[in-house]
């Protein structure tokens, strides 16, 4: 290292910044005690926005593989396991544990990705490799977690949005709605959750998708919305719901398999029609006056192993030109959408079920939750210390009740670098 140190003093500042801002967040962490010339580099605000731009340029994924279905009970114990991988497989890190329950995973288009487990939220951040349970949100009288997860760059915070019902009427609804602000390495105070004034007029279906400090949700079909009002949006500066119509009134009919995600900081409305199997991509071009835009149509019988009856077509993101789809194969695709060809990724040995996200690494810092959670967190800590490593036979008492990234770590040894588990 000291050898390298001379040989970086060498150069000149912005070729050094250069290499540097390659780097992962984490062996830069590490690099701050190289020297103080490093330091200083690695502190200085034109690195960290250098960083940031050369992140945004090769995103990340996480992928999520667990034994149990969402829809499967929540006292059942599982292995959770986390792999963090580039584009390219080039593995970072993996992790794994022992839990009870589903764990639903929501990106934020952004470095931050939203868990939940047994109807709590935790943070985790890929480039730290450090995760936080969120304070106790509202209960809610209906089984559906709704929630949304995003980043907002002009003010460097993350919003997590979670709509509950308050009517014990099992034939009504009544959606309030709390927010959850994250700003960078402040403390999170059992308070964090603020509840707002107007409530949600419909129930929602999917998580909720950030674009233009809007959130946007499909309405549920239990509602049976009209066409006018299919899709709802929660203004973050106001507080106030609105709604958003659909952009096709024929796929509406239809009830084609429809999300909603954020493209290049737009909103957009994805369209798979069964016959002809194509995907429409609509781009909310306006949304003051709601004006959508027909940018893109896939022809899905393109797409290696598609089958019209069994593949689920997710748009996971946008990257260098390609779009970033999973289709229920080992490996994920990537859509040109000048030359309209598909290109086939690594193998990544995905399965059906595997959860993914796109992530672009940040020295955004959890920083840390109240004493209160502290406690806690040290509690479940002290209890796992006396249990068996994994692959031992766990009893009930020896898993953890819920994702406690405390606990996955503790159980699991983590990769780093380049290695697999």
Not at 247 to 258: A, I, K, Q, R
Not at 360 to 382: A, H, N, P, Y
């Amino acid at each position: 290292m000291r050898k390298l140190n001379a040989e970086m003093g060498c150069l000149p500042s912005e070729i050094k910044f250069n290499i540097l801002s390659r780097l992962p967040v984490r062996m830069l962490c590490r690099c701050k005690s190289v020297s103080k010339d490093w330091l200083q580099i690695i502190s200085d605000p034109y690195f960290l926005k250098l960083h940031q731009e050369q992140s945004k340029r090769n995103k990340q994924l996480l992928l999520l593989n667990q034994g149990l279905g969402d829809d499967e009970d929540d006292t059942r114990p599982q292995f959770v396991h986390f792999l963090a991988t580039s584009l390219e497989k080039e593995v970072h890190f993996g992790l794994g544990g022992f839990i009870c329950g589903y764990v639903y995973m929501i990106p934020s288009g952004h470095d931050l990705i939203c868990l939940i487990n047994r109807g709590h939220f935790h943070i985790f951040s890929p480039s730290f490799i450090k995760g936080i349970r969120l304070p106790q949100a509202k209960l809610s009288n209906c089984l559906e977690m709704d929630a949304g997860f995003g980043y907002i760059p002009s003010q460097n915070e993350y919003k997590l949005v979670h709509m509950f019902d308050v009517n014990p009427n099992p034939f009504a609804y009544s959606i309030k709605c709390e927010i959850l602000t994250l700003t960078d390495g402040a403390t999170i105070g059992a308070d964090a959750w603020k509840e707002i004034k107007q409530e949600c007029p419909f129930k929602v279906s999917g998580w909720g998708v950030l674009a233009n400090n809007k959130f946007y949700w499909i309405v549920s079909v239990v509602c049976t919305p009209c066409e006018e009002k299919s899709i709802v949006s929660l203004d973050l500066e106001t507080e106030t719901f609105d709604f958003i119509p659909h952009p096709h009134y024929v796929s509406y009919l239809e009830g084609n398999d429809m999300f909603l995600v954020e493209l290049k900081g737009q909103l957009c409305f994805i369209d798979t029609f069964a016959y002809p199997p194509v995907t429409d991509i609509w781009v909310l071009v306006d949304p003051v006056r709601k004006i959508w835009v027909k940018e893109h149509r896939i022809d899905l019988t393109m797409l290696q192993g598609f089958d019209d009856e069994q593949t689920q077509v997710l748009i996971h993101g946008y990257e260098n030109g390609e779009l970033v789809i999973s289709s229920q194969q080992k490996s994920l695709e990537f859509y040109d959408t000048r030359r309209k060809i598909f290109r086939k990724g690594e193998d990544l040995n995905l399965l059906w079920h595997t959860g993914i996200c796109l992530y672009t690494e940040s020295f955004f810092s959890l920083g840390i939750v109240d004493s209160g959670f502290l406690r806690q967190l040290t509690t479940t800590l002290l209890r796992l210390q006396r249990t068996s490593v994994v692959g031992d036979v766990y009893t009930a008492e020896q898993i953890a009740p819920d994702l406690d990234f405390e606990s996955i770590l503790f159980q699991t040894t983590a990769t780093f670098q380049g290695q697999c588990l």
